[in-house]
Nanobody, 128 residues
């Protein structure tokens, strides 16, 4: 299994930036794709961004494209989400996730069911 721990959430104003980080342990970090999802009360968890195991391929939800950037450092076993131009509608608990069922694949994954391991989440609140 993989242990995932998110950090970097907080309270910011609209237009500000935040950087989330996910630290991973337990399995060879560069063997699996990863993603970020978010969830608000009463709604389903939704896809935000994903990155292939090499870091070469990325994919974003339309709602964050051009504002968020996903990256990973395979030497430090970390993945990050740089969030710029934040909006109140970005307010949510953000989760990082790992796809463990297809190790050493070059793909990325944007469906909730493609992920096997999840962090505990970090709250991001954007005030207007």
């Amino acid at each position: 299994q993989v242990q995932l721990v998110e950090s970097g959430g907080g309270l910011v104003q609209a237009g500000d930036s935040l950087r989330l980080t996910c630290a991973a342990s337990g399995r060879t970090f560069n063997s699996y794709a990863m993603g970020w999802f978010r969830q608000t009360p009463g709604k389903e968890r939704e896809f935000v961004a994903t990155i292939s195991r090499s870091g070469i391929f990325t994919y974003y939800a339309d709602s964050v494209k051009g504002r968020f950037t996903i990256s990973r450092d395979n030497t430090k076993n970390t993945m990050s989400l740089q969030m710029n131009s934040l909006k109140p509608e970005d307010t949510a608990v953000y989760y990082c996730a790992a796809n463990l069922r297809t190790p050493y694949s070059s793909s990325y994954y944007y469906k909730l069911d493609d992920y096997d391991s999840w962090g505990q989440g970090t709250q991001v609140t954007v005030s207007s």
